[in-house]
């Protein structure tokens, strides 16, 4: 089974440019987050999706949007980068099964404005 | 506001040893999740368990325990035998469902051979 894949793996863009970065989630799972991780503000929760709607969303100005297609596959979206926006971004997909729940990462997108 | 707190950023331990990683959590929630990841050295974060507030039984996975205690608001995390590969920083959570998911710090575990 593969895993949930994040293209591009690695990015540089210019302040003010826009960045859209990529998430398919495992076969099935219906669910995906975002979250952006810094040395400075460490690990902080962007988004997550659940059959295309948004179903939470954290504190991040609205620069920061994102979607979910039909096929579960996710994108989200950065305008006007600031160099604050460099960070590792993470992707997950989870699927439940009664109470329980888990969680498969991808291996990130590095985003690095200059 | 929910609020979660790592109070050890690093610990070392000699391989063998046991090691808990502490984990307290603040939320005015009634229903909330909470959640341990692993992320070693290749930087990819791994999901190791979520718990619903409504169920405290302690969960034991191999090597791995988890004791959560309501009363405490505390969520402990304890590796027996520890060995070189558990290396790697922690992070607990508090949040998920329809609640935006709030991190610790992360506590950064080193085991030593």
């Known amino acids: 089974k593969a895993g949930v894949t994040q293209t591009p793996r690695y990015l540089i863009k210019t302040r003010g440019q826009q960045v859209t970065l990529s998430c398919s989630p495992i076969s099935g799972h219906r669910s995906v987050s975002w979250y952006q991780q810094t040395p400075g503000q460490g690990l902080q929760f962007l988004f997550e999706?659940?059959?295309?709607?948004?179903?939470n969303k954290g504190n991040f100005p609205g620069r920061f949007s994102g979607r979910q297609f039909s096929n579960s596959r996710s994108e989200m979206n950065v305008s006007t980068l600031e160099l604050g926006d460099s960070a590792l971004y993470l992707c997950?997909?989870?699927?439940?099964?009664?109470?329980?729940?888990?969680?498969?990462f991808g291996p990130g997108t590095r985003l690095l404005v200059l | 506001a929910q609020k979660v707190t790592q109070a050890q950023t690093e610990i070392s331990v000699v391989e063998k040893e046991d090691v808990t990683l502490d984990c307290v959590y603040e939320t005015r929630d009634t229903t909330y999740y909470l959640f341990w990841y692993k992320q070693p050295p290749s930087g990819e974060l791994v999901f190791l368990i979520r718990r619903n507030s409504f169920d405290e039984q302690n969960e034991i996975s191999g090597r791995y325990s988890w004791n959560f205690q309501k009363s405490t608001s505390s969520f402990n995390f304890t590796i027996t035998a520890s060995q070189v590969v558990d290396s790697a920083v922690y992070f607990c959570?508090?949040?998920?469902?329809?609640?935006?998911?709030?991190f610790g710090i992360g506590t950064k575990l080193q085991v030593i051979p």
């Open positions: 959570a508090l949040g998920g469902g329809y609640q935006k998911v709030t």
């Open positions: 997950a997909s989870s699927l439940s099964s009664g109470s329980r729940e888990t969680q498969y």
């Open positions: 999706y659940f059959s295309e709607t948004q179903r």
